[in-house]
């Protein structure tokens, strides 16, 4: 093996002052090892070197195999005989290599040398023509390396490389029903940008890009529904190519020609489930969220890690230099333009701020947002962007999307309206217009989905109202008068002059949260709000400004809060600023004795709370569940001056004094601080961990509390945990069990709770609670209102329900109160519930009822419920079950409707119809067509045949090929036949199931004789029915 000297060699391209970093060094390091250990040695001599080294020493085979790697990326003369080797000595599967090669993919691509990405490149295709695992991860991440709105030679070739690839193992990529989604997305993408002034030169790629992903949408079209609403935008741009202008003519009048044809039901399962994914249209890839990994797998990783700089670490003021060389290094063509789209898609989709980051001045979402709609130079790209900005407001649904999605659109226009009223005007103007137009068949279901867009931006505070964008006297007259037409639900009302009632309104200092007391800023006092730092402007942070305004206006509240007040009250609320804990404690121990001596009037709690949650602010905002939450890091915890009141609260529980006073101040600083209820439900938890306390002793600190705010405690209760949920997440779960120990009435059953709980919960935390449930520590259930939670459960979220009936199950919840939502639940709409039901089942063993509500569903072909459990039960009960469905059949079949209709009235599920369960029963045969034993019984033979009997003439001819099964072998007999006939129905009891059915007579006669002669048999079978079904 020919030595290959690394320094001269080096994999990444750098100047002369970049040193190795670790990855680099390592790569040499290896291959310096593979250098040593066969130099001069020939091909055998070598692997045999190589395997020893490995036999002795597994620690090497790593560090071998990244050796190999590198002289595949570094010798293409060599390169398929290191291959080769590697092949042979790679004990992992070729792991390591597709982990560094994902690596290189992710970290360093922009950096490659020429020789080395056109090997690396090389080494994917041969990593899939292997169908090596892994793989299509590492695809993934090549694709991300392929830039939206870049023209240059080396992405172009990167693009048509892949694209080849892709072509030449199709076979291998439709086994990938994700990385099929992702090509789709990709080459979508760029197919727009390989058109307009490049279309001559750039045409057989692109008509080769247009032919593999009209092939693929059309093929795995259920694969591609994943990418959800953003696919329709990308179709959007190409909807002029003639390929994909006949795919669109296909998704608007007949969208189900796109999944894959219904090939029978030999292959039920399969086949069955694949095809009734099938595609019902525009709206329904509209209302599916974009994954956030399609949004990011349109940014390359370099300018992910950059926007995730600028959004995480650039403070306000200091982030124009950022966004220049941004501009500079990635937007500086007319080309990238169409790539702001992108950039707007991952900042409103993927990068959602914390509650830490919104509180800070670091940069917003929304200024960047501003940054990249401003500097657009290209029509079509700043509608596009536009387009990007809005695009989850169109069908926007509250309970499935998410605020984050939404709030960056409002507050660019809204921070917009001082120095960029231009941005606010055509933003809204677009947004009047978008309604009718994307999509006129539609133009309601959009309509609806902005107005609850605008609804749930008032609902989350994000602004408290939207008269400064609606009503500003900045915007052109017209398009107010538009704007009024089509929101009129969101705009202030027009006074007797004619002119807007402009309401004075909190501004929004950071986005969607609101807990800091805001200070009224009428719309007329433009020169406090922020805006977009021109070049002219001086850069001071967004969040300096706000805050400087805020503290001014509070410190006059305080002083003069402070100054009505008594100078024992004054002196221990100057106590309360200094820096030691333990003084600020004692002085709170001392301004509770006075609150309760001084007996607190209506007057002075206001003032107090004022003061008090001024001087607490520090602690209101501080993080309350220790990180490490052991027993002694609560107890600490609660070692500040708040719980100090807190503290005496409950000690007045047990002696005399009067707590009405404390508690009014602390009502009165919940309307100033929110916080207050939850850190109360915080401290009633972590004041009894041993739990020494009773129940009742500790939740009446609690509703006394309710009940001076005059409010209903579950409604408090709710706003509390709701507020805790927005604020941390980790601690609203910790305390999730409490509420429910101490509160049981107000949260068993409460759906608006439950679904805060599962909103947030992740593995470990459902772990934790199913433990708590096994234990009967927390109980979330009970079954006199189940059937509200079950029905309000279905419109949830995928994991969400998994979640829910993971505790269903713990709480052994018996399957007899699961069975009312049963005929409610649809097979394709409700999959999580149904299946939960299924596996509920499973575990059942048959019985009449269940099978009388499992068969008073409506039966549908698409439906497999019924089939499913039926034959599950048929391999461990086949003789029970062919009782029971014969036993209900006969029932029905020897039944006067008079008779029916009384027993209609009687508790428990009623009967299922004739019609229904021979519905279901044709539908197992179709299913276990080639095994028909079930309706080869004894009992279900005479059911059949009785049935045959008596059903009307379209029910015959509906299920014809059911009732073949007993017309086949239903008697047509001679004398002799008949009598043997006779012979067996009256010893039917003490013979087996697979005794031979007799041979069918000839004689008509005889064969009327034989029904007359069975009739009374089959009653005594019913009897004994009853016996089986009490087992």
């Known amino acids: 093996m020919e030595a290959v000297n690394p320094s001269s060699s080096r994999l990444f391209v750098s100047c002369a002052v970049d040193a190795k970093d670790d990855l680099e060094e390592r790569f040499d390091r290896c291959f310096q090892l593979l250098q040593k250990l066969t130099s001069g040695l020939s091909e055998k001599e070598s692997n045999d070197v190589l395997n020893s080294t490995i036999s002795k020493d597994p620690r090497c085979h790593d560090e071998i195999c990244i050796g190999l790697m590198v002289a595949v990326l570094l010798d293409p003369q060599s390169a398929a005989k290191s291959y080769r080797d590697l092949t042979l000595i790679a004990r992992d599967g070729m792991n390591t290599v597709v982990q560094n090669l994902t690596q290189i993919a992710v970290e360093r691509f922009s950096k490659l040398s020429e020789v080395v ?61 994700f990385l099929v989604a992702s090509v789709v997305y990709t080459y979508l993408r760029l197919i727009d940008d390989h058109g307009g002034n490049h279309t001559q030169a750039l045409a057989p790629l692109r008509q080769k890009e247009v032919t593999f992903t009209v092939s693929l949408l059309r093929e795995k079209f259920n694969d591609c529904l994943v990418i959800g609403r953003d696919l329709v935008r990308l179709l959007q741009n190409v909807a002029r190519i003639p390929e994909f202008e006949s795919l669109w003519k296909d998704v608007y009048h007949n969208p189900k020609v796109l999944s894959p044809n219904f090939t029978g039901l030999d292959r039920f399962f399969l086949n069955k489930l694949l095809f009734y994914n099938s595609f019902t249209g525009v709206q329904q890839l509209m209302q599916t969220r974009t994954s956030r990994r399609f949004l990011q797998s349109r940014l390359t990783p370099d300018m992910e890690k950059k926007i995730v700089f600028l959004t995480s670490n650039v403070r306000f003021g200091n982030h124009k230099r950022y966004q220049d060389w941004f501009q500079r290094q990635y937007l500086n063509t007319p ?33 960047v947002i501003g940054w990249l709609l401003t500097t657009c130079t290209s029509t079509v790209a700043a509608a596009n962007a536009k387009l990007a900005l809005f695009y989850d407001w169109l069908f926007f649904e509250p309970e499935k999307d998410n605020i984050m999605n939404i709030e960056p659109a409002i507050l660019v226009m809204f921070h917009s309206m001082r120095s960029h009223p231009a941005v606010t005007a055509t933003l809204l103007d677009f947004l009047v217009k978008i309604i009718p137009n994307f999509y006129p068949a539609l133009s309601e279901k959009v309509q609806a989905g902005i107005f609850a867009s605008l609804k749930t931006i008032l609902d989350k505070r994000v602004l408290p109202n939207l008269n400064p964008i609606f009503d500003n006297p900045k915007l052109d007259r017209e398009l107010r008068v538009s704007v009024r037409e089509k929101f009129k639900e969101f705009c202030a009302p027009i006074g007797a002059d004619g002119n807007v009632k402009h309401e004075d309104f909190p501004h929004p200092s950071h986005p969607v949260l609101m807990d800091c007391s805001p200070v009224p800023i009428s719309p007329s006092n433009n020169h406090d709000e922020p805006a977009f730092s021109d070049e002219d402007e001086e850069d001071v942070p967004l969040a300096t400004k706000v805050k400087l305004k805020k503290s001014e206006d509070k410190k006059d509240n305080i002083e003069d809060a402070m100054a009505a007040l008594e100078d024992d009250m004054r002196t221990e609320l100057e106590n309360l600023k200094s820096n030691d804990n333990e003084t600020q404690c004692e002085a709170m121990e001392r301004l509770v004795q006075l609150i309760i001596d001084d007996n607190a009037d209506e007057e002075t709690a206001p003032l107090l709370a004022t003061c008090l949650c001024s001087v607490l602010r520090d602690q209101f905002e501080n993080k309350l569940l220790p990180s490490d939450p052991l027993d002694e890091n609560i107890e600490e915890s609660i070692e500040k001056p708040l719980f100090v009141m807190f503290r005496n609260f409950a000690q007045m529980q047990d002696g005399n004094q009067n707590p009405r006073p404390l508690v009014q101040v602390l009502v009165e600083m919940s309307e100033k601080e929110p916080k207050v209820g939850y850190f109360l439900l915080y401290f009633l938890k972590a004041s009894n961990l041993d739990g020494l306390k009773t129940v009742s002793s500790v939740s009446v600190l609690y509703e006394q509390y309710c009940k001076a705010m005059e409010k209903d405690l579950v409604n408090i209760l709710l706003a509390d945990m709701k507020l805790c949920q927005e604020d941390d997440r980790t601690l609203f779960v910790w305390l999730v069990p409490e509420v429910y120990q101490l509160f049981p009435s107000a949260t068993q059953n409460n759906t608006e709770l439950l679904h805060l709980l599962l909103e947030v919960v992740d593995a470990n935390q459902m772990q934790l609670l199913i433990c708590l449930v096994l234990q009967s520590k927390l109980v979330i259930f009970n079954t006199d209102t189940l ?21 269903i199950e713990a709480h052994n919840i018996p399957v007899d109160d699961l069975m009312p939502i049963l005929p409610e639940l649809d097979f394709l709409k409700h999959a999580e519930a149904l299946s939960s039901v299924m596996l509920f089942l499973k575990q059942e063993r048959p019985s009449v009822d269940l099978l009388k509500n499992i068969l008073i569903r409506t039966a549908k072909s698409t439906d497999f419920f019924v089939v499913s459990i039926m034959q599950y039960w048929i391999q461990d009960y086949e003789d029970k079950v062919a009782d029971m469905v014969a036993g209900l059949l006969n029932k029905l079949s020897s039944s006067s409707p008079n008779k029916r209709k ?57 299920f014809t090929d059911l009732l073949a099964l007993a017309e086949e072998l239903s008697p047509r007999g001679s004398g002799t036949g008949g009598r043997g006939t006779r012979k067996a129905a009256s010893t039917a009891k003490s013979q087996s199931r697979t005794r031979p059915i007799p041979i069918p007579s000839e004689s008509s006669e005889d064969s009327s004789e034989e029904e007359e002669i069975i009739k009374p048999k089959q009653a005594k079978k019913r009897k004994k029915a009853t016996v089986v079904e009490s087992d």
Request: contains cysteine; charged residues 20%; glycine residues 4%.
């Open 335 to 367: 080309e990238s333009q169409s790539l702001r789209c992108d950039l707007i898609r991952f900042i409103v989709g993927v990068i959602h701020p914390t509650n830490e980051l919104l509180c800070s001045d670091i940069i917003p979402r929304w200024a």
């Open 787 to 807: 059937v509200n939670v079950l029905k309000e459960s279905l419109n949830w979220e995928t994991f969400e329900q998994c979640c829910f009936w993971h505790l």
């Open 902 to 958: 009384r027993g209609a009235g009687n508790k428990g599920p009623g009967p299922p119809s004739m019609e229904q369960i021979l519905a279901h029963l044709d539908q197992l045969r179709i299913v276990s067509k080639h095994n028909p034993k079930f309706f080869l019984l004894d009992s279900m033979q005479r059911a059949l045949q009785q049935v045959l009997a008596t059903c009307t003439e379209t029910q015959k001819k509906k």
């Open 117 to 177: 990405w056109h090997q690396l490149l090389w080494f994917t295709r041969e990593l899939i023509r292997n169908s090596v695992n892994g793989v299509d991860i590492l695809c993934w991440n090549v694709l991300r390396n392929i830039s939206g709105g870049d023209v240059s030679p080396r992405n172009l070739a990167v693009a048509e490389y892949m694209l080849d690839v892709f072509m030449e193992y199709r076979a291998w990529l439709d086994k990938n029903s």
